[in-house]
């Protein structure tokens, strides 16, 4: 089940003193937060109702723009659900309205489309999405064998052979992007462990005070097993070197949510090197084709991804 909740985040405010006005997310207590564009400050936010207090001059229409959002979410959602494949990294992209698809014309070639597709990714420098985007078409348009292919040419037959090509050729598609990944930010991640921390204390007390032997023996159990304790020292000290580690950990996985954010880590980290890259296919190695050759069915075969993208450092001086 996935719920929504519209809140001000007061974690960073901008030079004007507003705070970002979120859509809070949660599927499987796991949560994420898409931003509505609109920024109040504390005095005009009404916390009860979740929405801009009527004492702000443009309340009506901030208080719009946040439904509209909302609603927007809800039906990005539902649609993902109905669909088998929600995940936040899935839905940030159906939110994403940075690249507006053109108009499709049913007579219209499939390559022209495609290439104005990219070019408005490239101009947005929306680098890695492009090149995903260029690699597939050109394994669609090697599979059909016609330069002028139109939308018209491509039915579900064409669709579905297609794609027994694939899986005959061994295709392999590896990326280095997942948008699945879960990932926090320093300021999520230091949250999550407080609220972490908070619940092992008031649990450790709980266990102290207990005196039924059962209950306590469960209580302890618990602590015992649970993932913060690894946080403490034999001495019931916090280890700031695990929480540091933590905090490293998840910003880390942050960047390979996208190919541009991996390659906006890359060039921060060290001046002296330029990150490039490039695509190359790879065919399925011998313990690949058995898995295939086993009972797998072709969902499973489906989630293999398309194409690869390596990178490479060079090295420049001066």
Known sequence: MVTYKVLLDTRRAKSDGTYSVQIRITANRISSTANTGVFVKKEFWDEAQSKVFNTHPNAPLLNRKITEFYLKVQKAVIELESENSFSFGELKGRLSTNVVAPKINRVQQFKEYADQLISDMLAINKAGNSIVYQTATNRLMGYAGNPKL????????????FKRQLIKDGVKVNSISNSDIEAKTKEESLAYLKG???TYELIRELAVKEKNQGSKDMLQNFLDKSFISTFYTSKM???????????????????????????????????????????????????????????????????????FTKFRSKQTYG
């Open 150 to 161: 139109k939308f018209t040419d491509i039915t579900y037959t064409f669709l579905e052979g």
């Open 196 to 198: 972490c921390f908070d």
């Open 237 to 307: 000290r916090v280890n700031e070197f695990k929480v540091d580690n933590y905090i490293h950990e998840d910003r880390v996985k942050g960047y390979y949510k996208s190919f541009d954010l991996l390659q906006e880590a890359y060039k921060e980290q060290d001046k002296q090197f330029t990150p490039t890259y490039s695509i190359e296919d790879y065919a399925i190695g011998d313990k690949d084709r058995i898995y295939r050759q086993s009972k797998v069915t072709i969902k499973e075969q489906q989630k293999e991804t398309i194409g």
